[in-house]
């Protein structure tokens, strides 16, 4: 029973170097999603994917990417890392709106 | 542009107090959930409420979605330390984005 799991836990950049934040699935969501949550505060999208080939920019998708060539997995990338992009990133999937949404243990990024 | 705005932002109270969070926007949901979420982990769906004043209780827990679909509450009864976390609002306004409000953290002293 894995659920979502998101590599690596932790990671220190630094300023100008790009990174992956890998995301998998096993429940055969369609609907996957990546927020970044800063400290004390609520979610915030950066992108999201309602299936395979497709994506599509949520609130804050500015310095990231992300590809879905396959239903279970949702990278991130992060290109040009900036000290504001040091956060704790969630990657998350639901079968569908309205259902639960499933995260992972997240990924705490630090730009220095 | 935040689309869901949660009130208080922070609240600390005793142990045995009641308590009510709100979760507003300007814009209809088709459905809203409440998650809980404790440090260094995910958050955890709570509840989903999905018709205009519907009204969900789970133990001391009872949740309500507004009639024009727009907002939300989370009342508490008999707050217990074991309630203290982050709680989030999510939905989704009208497309596939899943929205998440901006978070009411709460800390119930013994």
């Known amino acids: 029973n894995a659920g979502v799991t998101q590599t690596p836990k932790f990671r220190i950049l630094k300023i100008g170097q790009s990174m992956t934040l890998q995301c998998t699935q096993d429940m055969n969501h369609n609907y996957m999603y990546w927020y970044r949550q800063d400290p004390g505060m609520g979610l915030k999208l950066i992108y999201y994917?309602?299936?395979?080939?497709?994506?599509d920019k949520g609130e804050v998708p500015n310095g990231y990417n992300v590809s879905r060539s396959t239903t279970e997995d949702f990278p991130l990338r992060l290109e040009l890392a900036a000290p504001s992009q040091t956060s704790v990133y969630f990657c998350?999937?639901?079968?569908?709106?309205?259902?639960?949404?499933?995260f992972g243990e997240g990924s705490w990024l630090t730009v220095v | 542009t935040q689309l869901l705005e949660q009130s208080p932002q922070f609240l600390s109270i005793q142990e045995g107090e009641n308590l009510t969070v709100y979760c507003n926007s300007s814009s209809v949901f088709s459905s809203l959930q409440w998650y809980r979420q404790e440090p260094g982990e995910g958050p955890v769906l709570l509840v989903t409420v999905v018709t205009g004043g519907e009204v969900k209780k789970l133990k001391r827990l009872t949740f309500q979605f507004g009639d024009a679909r727009k907002d939300s509450s989370l009342h508490i009864t008999a707050a217990q330390p074991g309630d203290t976390g982050l709680y989030l609002c999510?939905?989704?306004?009208?497309?596939?984005?899943?929205?998440f409000g901006t978070g009411t953290r709460l800390k119930v002293l013994a």
């Open positions: 998350a999937s639901t079968r569908g709106l309205g259902n639960t949404i499933y």
């Open positions: 994917s309602v299936g395979a080939g497709i994506t």
């Open positions: 999510a939905g989704t306004p009208g497309t596939y984005k899943y929205i």
